[in-house]
């Protein structure tokens, strides 16, 4: 019965440390002074307004979008292919490359980052939003290949067999048999590559630019500058994005 | 519908023989079964006519073209799976229309032929279902329309009846059989279940470790086995073993050690005086005969309108008997015989 109830306690505890940290941030931005201070003495939503007024804050909100956005795209795509490549071929094959598409996740992002920045800076792409996409979706790749490649070893071969028999040619059998099966998966992938490149800031850090600058590298540059609570409300929004992100996905594989 | 022709047709898997170089003609219209024990290369030789499979070496001729290297797609073949694989995130109806969609049908000749093939599979109704609403039995008979709705030219079926318990697979049995005598097309049947094959069957092939051993109507194959193997695979079997006599004119004689007569019966061929082989002595054809040999009943088992009985020797050899529940009185020693005719003299499989 103790024992029992020491377990319960621990699970608590664990919980709490694990969610605390995100939770005092969200009071945070209702805060009605000019310094962050928990809880807040007075509320206000006045740091929401500052936010969504002021030009630069906005700019980085759509660009972070639009880098998440075509990160998504080019890694649902890329990753999808490559996890039906992986899935065809032999087994040696198969465990080389899946160690080959994970290892953007293995790999410190810090060398990545450095290996990125040095290469964009010859090319010339330092702070464009094609650079931020092209960083993104070496980290996003590997989890559309993962997501996709447990839903393709749950795919019953002979499912694909039966539609060759009754006519279907490949793009067909994948378009109407594949592609419908394997949708959660893919569902999983993008949006897990849409949080991943959405709150990326080590690369972006790197990438960014005076002109193309994604919400976790401006949260970053203005906490240096000053602490206001308008931090706090860069980070609510991430929070909501990234928690609406998972929930679309909890309902749309629930189906 | 086809003539089916595998000419030599051979499959190894690294080196391993799974089917050794076969010839088997099919003529048009044929329900042909492969039965055969696990392991026996039946499935191989259906994935092969299917197209799943390449055969390492051979020729696969229907209705007179070389298909062999023809990909599944284009065979017009309809196949059942064992477990069906049907389309679980498509309705019946859907899955059933399949293969009519892909050949670009119109709307109203897919829909006019999907209610035709529901209806003869006596699925009217359970078009709109989803798949995991349906019993074994009816998800059987989707994937039997399914793959008879592109009327194919040959209907392959790879154990379609294992799912199903007793009672529905020997209704699904007549039925196919009915749906095949109705509009007859060249049919291949796998199965391990012997009594499905006689069922439905118009010829069986018996394979064993990658070769057929013996082809034939379900008559043939019961009472003109051509080895022992077939022997026990088809019915139930007494089998004496012992040492040919001699060979002469399709009948042999086969001394069986503890008889003091030799037994004679019909020959099979490949059997040569003073090599071992056995006897063979239907379960049916043992019955009490007054002044015959004398035998000790062992056990009684009661099937219903037979009764089996397990019969010891003098000899100390061992007899199966069924026969009517009638026959056997109940005493414990009883004397026993059979026509002169019942006994097959077989070599045994290697």
Request: glycine share 10%.
């Amino acid at each position: 019965m103790t024992g029992r109830l020491f377990l319960n306690a621990f699970v608590a505890l664990t919980a709490a440390f694990l969610v605390l940290p995100i939770l005092a941030i969200v009071p945070a931005a209702f805060s009605a002074q000019s310094f962050i201070r928990l809880p807040p003495d007075a509320w206000s939503l006045r740091w929401w307004g500052t936010f969504f007024n002021d030009v630069s804050w906005r700019v980085t909100l759509l660009a972070s979008l639009k880098v998440a956005a075509f990160t998504t795209l080019i890694s649902v795509v890329a990753g999808t292919a490559a996890a039906l490549g992986i899935a065809r071929s032999g087994p040696r094959a198969r465990r080389l490359l899946t160690s080959l598409f994970l290892g953007p996740v293995v790999t410190p992002a810090i060398v990545l980052a450095v290996a990125l920045y040095s290469m964009a800076r010859a090319t010339g792409l330092v702070g464009t939003t094609m650079a931020l996409v092209i960083a993104h979706t070496m980290l996003a790749l590997p989890f559309v290949v993962l997501n996709v490649g447990v839903s393709l070893d749950g795919l019953d071969r002979r499912l694909l067999l039966a539609a060759a028999g009754l006519g279907a040619g490949d793009f067909h059998i994948f378009r109407t048999v594949t592609l419908p099966l394997i949708a959660p998966g893919v569902v999983g992938g993008a949006v897990f590559a849409f949080v991943t490149s959405f709150d990326e800031v080590v690369l972006s850090i790197f990438l960014a630019g005076p002109t193309v600058k994604t919400l976790p590298v401006r949260i970053w540059e203005e906490i240096r500058l000053a602490y206001t609570p308008v931090v706090a409300v860069g980070a609510t929004v991430m929070l909501v994005l990234a928690l609406g992100a998972a929930s679309a996905n909890r309902l749309l594989s629930r189906k | 519908m086809s003539t089916v022709q595998f000419a030599g047709i051979s499959k190894a898997f690294g080196g391993v023989a799974a089917l050794h170089p076969t010839d088997l003609d099919i003529p048009q219209g044929e329900f042909l079964t492969l039965l055969g024990p696990s392991g026996s290369g039946k499935t191989t030789l259906l994935n092969i006519c299917a197209g799943y499979l390449a055969p390492s070496a051979g020729r696969l001729v229907v209705g007179g073209r070389d298909i062999t290297a023809l990909p599944p797609r284009q065979r017009k073949m309809g196949m059942v799976f064992q477990n069906y694989a049907l389309f679980p995130h498509m309705s019946v109806a859907e899955n059933v229309a399949y293969g009519l969609t892909v050949r670009r049908l119109s709307r109203d000749e897919i829909a006019r032929r999907v209610a035709e093939v529901l209806k003869m599979t006596q699925l009217e109704g359970y078009g709109e279902r989803a798949i995991r609403e349906l019993s074994g039995g009816q998800q059987q008979r989707v994937a039997l329309a399914r793959a008879m709705v592109i009327q194919p030219d040959i209907l392959l079926m790879d154990e379609p009846l294992g799912a199903l318990d007793r009672q529905l697979r020997k209704e699904v049995q007549f039925e196919i059989r009915r749906l095949h005598r109705a509009s007859p097309r060249t049919t291949i049947y796998v199965t391990h279940d012997q009594e499905e094959a006689l069922v439905m069957s118009d010829r069986i092939a018996v394979m064993r470790a990658g070769r057929i051993v013996q082809l034939g109507s379900g008559a043939d194959l019961y009472e003109r086995p051509v080895d022992t193997f077939v022997a026990r695979f088809l019915g139930e079997s007494n089998l004496l073993e012992g040492t040919v006599d001699a060979v002469l004119d399709g009948h042999a004689t086969l001394g069986v050690p503890g008889f003091a007569q030799p037994l004679e019966g019909r020959a099979a061929t490949g059997l040569r005086a003073g090599g071992a082989a056995s006897a063979l002595l239907r379960p049916e054809a043992v019955r009490a005969q007054a002044g015959g040999l004398q035998a000790r009943v062992a056990e009684r088992v009661y099937l219903g309108e037979l009764i089996a009985v397990r019969l010891m020797l003098a000899s100390g050899h061992e007899l199966w008997s069924r026969r009517l529940a009638n026959e056997w009185s109940g005493r414990d020693v009883v004397e026993i015989g059979w026509d002169a005719s019942a006994i097959s003299i077989l070599p045994d499989a290697s």
